[in-house]
């Protein structure tokens, strides 16, 4: 029997659960495909213990991204002159600059073991189908996940 496990990526925009994994995970019970259903999104923000600074940071369109950039392309990202967080914030307002900057980087810090911690967490042999979120500002962490997935299981099917 086929087995899915859908899962939420940071940062995701937060009013309630996901109505598009809410929707696919019901199509697949109906087709007699088990799903379930994982917010990291919500264990990001948990892992990290940095509500305030995640709540900003998804207040922002789109910075999210830079914060699994280590996660997704190693240490040598933060030395890119092109991915520096004073760059990135220089499109914020002048009076976010500094705590958002601290924020990214605090958090950027907390990518990589929470991508590990996330490989630790669940079963994944049991699993057939890995499907990833890939919204606003979603991609690198769900590139990131599906990178390390795929090093470990390289036979698992990832859909995004």
Not at 101 to 106: A, E, G
Request: aromatic content about 10%; proline content about 3%.
């Amino acid at each position: 029997m086929t087995q899915v496990i859908l899962i939420s990526m940071p940062f995701a925009v937060r009013s309630g659960p996901s109505l598009a994994l809410s929707l696919l995970k019901s199509l697949l019970i109906r087709d007699g495909i088990v799903c379930d259903v994982f917010y990291c999104d919500l264990a990001f923000r948990e892992f990290c213990g940095e509500n305030e600074a995640y709540d900003r940071i998804l207040s922002k369109w789109l910075v999210g991204e830079w914060v699994f950039g280590t996660a997704l392309f190693g240490e040598d990202f933060l030395q890119s002159t092109r991915r520096d967080v004073n760059v990135l914030c220089d499109i914020l307002p002048e009076k976010d600059r500094e705590i958002l900057s601290k924020d990214l980087i605090r958090l950027a810090a907390k990518s990589k073991p929470f991508v590990c911690h996330v490989l630790e967490s669940i079963d994944w042999s049991k699993y057939d189908v890995i499907g990833l979120t890939s919204t606003f500002a979603q991609n690198i962490a769900s590139l990131a996940l599906a990178t390390a997935i795929k090093e470990r299981w390289p036979n698992k099917i990832i859909d995004f």
